[in-house]
């Protein structure tokens, strides 16, 4: 097990670490700390867009931003 750092955009943009198994996939990643859809959002690691196959490494960092902000009500 290992740690990356998430920020998660869609929510408080607030970074944190969470521990990862050897193996985890960005789409496992992804299912598992955000809600909704994972299509309607852009994910990056250290910066680059990877596929969904692409295995999580220690120390990588971890971004999901919608690509369609939803209005306030």
Do not use: C, W
């Not at 990356?4 to 955009?9: E, Q, R, S």
């Not at 859809?37 to 196959?53: A, F, S, Y």
């Not at 971004?63 to 209005?71: F, Y």
Request: net charge positive; no cysteine; proline share 4%.
């Amino acid at each position: 097990m290992f740690q990356v750092t998430f920020v998660n955009n869609s929510g408080a943009g607030y970074a944190e670490k969470r521990d990862v198994s050897k193996g985890t996939t960005i789409a496992d990643f992804i299912a598992q700390h955000t809600e909704g859809n994972p299509d309607g959002l852009m994910i990056r690691v250290n910066r680059e867009i990877v596929t969904r196959d692409y295995a999580l490494n220690p120390g990588d960092k971890i971004t999901a931003t919608p690509t369609k902000l939803r209005a306030a009500v």
